[in-house]
């Protein structure tokens, strides 16, 4: 069993309450291990999950892997106490293998169920860190997540004209951090609408406006 030096203790009593996922942008998951393992690297995740779907075990889930970095969620920095870290193993530019993608689907309903997390707590290294991270990618299936109840997905309200106020406004209810305009709108369309470019349009209304009503996260 792989174990990872790179952990703490959680601070300030908090306890999971998100899953982020990331992918490693690493040539193969051997080399991701060694990276989540080396001391001087300072960098681990509880989980690594292998092209091949073989997932290890880093971090003891009760334990704060350092995997997050600087960022929020819903108004709450120290991402790493409130979270559990997986790795899949993947250089960002492919699509994620099936028995992957599979491996995951077998680990999260566990973690979600031990920790008492949403489906809404499943987020990307993107969402909590917009400019800094662009993990897991525009190559990632959320949508396949949402179908089995292991994250979310908009159902667009329509007929929403283009309103940066509104979309800020919804955005950070939902629990995005406050950035500058282009930069949420590109964070946003990373994880809901990765092919798209252009100008704020109705679409993108409309997903944050389903997102923030349904899925409205409480702000410290």
């Not at 001391?39 to 989980?47: G, I, K, L, M, T």
Request: glycine share 8%; proline share 9%.
């Amino acid at each position: 069993m792989i174990r990872s030096p790179n952990f703490g203790p959680r601070r300030d009593g908090l306890r999971p309450e998100l899953v982020v996922l990331h992918y490693t942008a690493m040539e193969s998951c051997e080399a991701a291990a060694r990276a989540l393992c080396d001391p001087a690297r300072e960098v681990s995740a509880h989980y690594l999950i292998s092209e091949a779907g073989e997932v290890m075990a880093l971090v003891e889930e009760d334990m704060r892997a350092w995997h997050a970095g600087a960022g929020a969620w819903a108004g709450r920095r120290d991402v790493n106490s409130r979270s559990i870290g997986i790795e899949l193993s993947n250089t960002g530019f492919v699509p994620f293998a099936a028995r992957q993608m599979a491996a995951l689907e077998a680990l999260l309903p566990g973690i979600l169920s031990r920790w008492m997390i949403p489906p809404e707590g499943v987020i990307a290294h993107s969402d909590m860190a917009p400019g800094r991270k662009i993990d897991p990618g525009p190559r990632f299936d959320w949508q396949r997540l949402a179908r089995h109840g292991m994250s979310i997905w908009p159902d667009p309200v329509p007929n929403l004209p283009p309103d940066w106020a509104r979309f800020r406004a919804d955005a950070e209810r939902f629990g995005y951090p406050k950035k500058a305009d282009d930069l949420l709108l590109s964070t946003v369309r990373l994880r809901f609408r990765p092919r798209h470019a252009g100008p704020l349009d109705a679409h993108d209304m409309g997903i944050m406006a389903d997102l923030a009503e349904r899925f409205p996260a409480g702000r410290a």
